[in-house]
């Protein structure tokens, strides 16, 4: 608890002048830009830095994603293990491929967690990402520590949490929970937290979004898509029609748009980093935009 506790009072302190000096960038109202990992083009996916980071730029949304460690904490991480892509072990040696996957997040308590780096290697993918040193943090952490610039920062702000589940049926119980007790502990965690009403869950799994539904219909939900089935199809997947629709951005044109609208959906694509891409989804009508680099919206918006 100290630890966090100091960890909050530097983040603050070292963001007043940011924010002082820009008051908080207004986000734009026509579409709901989000922060792709908080900000992994510029800062270490996932972690608390990258999601203040990303609170100087207009976006209305950070996007993450989540698993659960053995004592049942909500953990933002995009894998339910340690990435050799990013990840250093606790004696300081980089997490080898072969060894990832066995450095299994559900298998470990937080104090364990705590140990591994996911920033200092940094990450060859984004040559623009600051390395510096990060930590898988609790869901719960994260949410205090940007409420708390918020409000420090800008008293009358909010932001919204597009949050994926990470999940596919051959890791049930082996690196994640089952569908119903992975759903159960992250609502328990919303509620708990009061911002059940400032967020979207979204999943590629179809028995993770079924299982949103069935346990809170109120909770928005967004359908993410990486296949090529086409629109109809992966609608009749589910049995009930979410209020968005999340594919790869180059799945995206007016066709689709068209579709969707006509049944009053969202559409909400991944991961758009280049500005010309914004711009021809923008020129479509498109409703969102998950992005790694926040700091480009407004080149794009110009």
């Known amino acids: 608890m100290r630890f966090v506790g ?30 792709h990992r908080g900000c992994r083009g510029l800062l270490p996916e996932n972690s608390i830095q990258a999601f203040i980071k990303a609170l100087e730029y207009p976006i209305q949304t950070l996007e993450l994603d989540v698993v659960v460690s053995k004592d049942k904490h909500i953990i933002v991480s995009h894998e339910p293990w340690f990435s050799h892509h990013i990840a250093t072990n606790p004696d300081g040696t980089p997490v080898t ?4 996957e066995g450095l299994n997040i559900y298998k470990m308590e937080l104090p364990e967690i705590r140990m591994y780096d996911c920033g200092l290697r940094g990450n060859e993918k984004f ?35 597009n949050i994926e589940l990470k999940s596919k049926p051959d890791w049930y119980n082996k690196y994640i929970p089952a569908p119903k007790e992975f759903v ?17 869950l979204q999943s590629f799994d179809i028995n ?30 589910l049995s009930f029609q979410p209020p ?11 066709k689709l748009m068209e579709k969707a609208h006509a049944k009053g959906m969202k559409v909400i694509p991944w991961t758009v980093n280049e500005v010309k891409d914004m711009k021809k989804l923008i020129s479509i009508g498109i409703d969102g935009i998950i992005t790694d680099y926040p700091n480009r919206i407004k080149e794009a918006i110009k």
């Not at 491929?97 to 990832?100: E, M, N, Q, R, Y």
């Not at 159960?184 to 979207?200: F, P, Q």
């Not at 993770?208 to 992966?234: C, P, S, V, W």
């Not at 968005?244 to 007016?254: C, G, L, Q, T």
Request: glycine fraction near 2%; aromatic fraction near 10%; charge should be negative.
């Open 6 to 35: 100091l960890f909050s009072f530097l983040l603050i302190c070292s963001s007043c002048s940011i924010f002082q000096s820009s008051k908080m960038s207004v986000p734009t109202k026509e579409i709901n830009w989000q922060g």
């Open 97 to 100: 491929k072969d060894k990832a």
């Open 127 to 161: 040559p623009e990402q600051q390395a510096q040193r990060a930590h898988k943090p609790t869901f719960t952490e994260m949410v205090k520590e940007v409420e708390s610039v918020l409000m420090t920062n800008q008293k009358n702000a909010t932001i919204e949490y």
């Open 184 to 200: 159960a502990l992250l609502i328990a965690e919303l509620e708990e937290l009061g911002i059940k009403n400032r967020v979207t």
């Open 208 to 237: 993770i979004l079924e299982e949103i539904h069935r346990q809170d219909k109120e909770i928005t939900i967004a359908y993410l898509i990486e296949n090529m089935k086409g629109f109809e199809a992966n609608l009749e997947r």
């Open 244 to 254: 968005i629709y999340s594919p790869y951005f180059r799945f995206v044109n007016e």
